[in-house]
């Protein structure tokens, strides 16, 4: 059973940081992708970072120079370390892990964690 699971949401001032964390069982972790997505009330969910089974990242422009995500193969986790936080920051922020298959893709997701930038 695959299970991804958030942690390191919560209410933090303009400004601030916040590191999230997925830590992630049930798949070869290494060799899957991995992200993060997140989705604003009334919006659609939307990807913020990725980084690749080889450590390629890729960020949403809204978040770059101030998101970094990165992964440890090791301890089957992978973070995102959120500085500089804005409102427009403000959603519940999803771990996604993704491959290629035969046939198709497996994609998972994890429940949530939800992230709220306010003075």
């Known amino acids: 059973q695959v299970q991804l699971v958030e942690s390191g949401g919560g209410l933090v001032q303009p400004g601030g940081s916040l590191r999230l964390s997925c830590a992630a069982s049930g798949i070869i972790f290494r060799i899957y992708a991995m992200g993060w997505y997140r989705q604003a009330p009334g919006k659609q969910r939307e990807l913020v970072a990725d980084?690749?089974?080889?450590?390629?990242?890729n960020y949403a422009d809204s978040v770059k120079g101030r998101f970094t995500i990165s992964r440890d193969n090791a301890k089957n986790t992978v973070s995102l370390q959120m500085n500089s936080l804005k409102p427009e920051d403000t959603a519940v922020y999803y771990c996604?892990?993704?491959?290629?298959?035969?046939?198709?893709?497996?994609?998972?997701w994890g429940q949530g964690t939800q992230v709220t930038v306010s003075s």
């Open positions: 980084i690749s089974s080889s450590g390629r990242t």
């Open positions: 996604n892990s993704k491959k290629v298959v035969v046939g198709g893709m497996n994609d998972y």
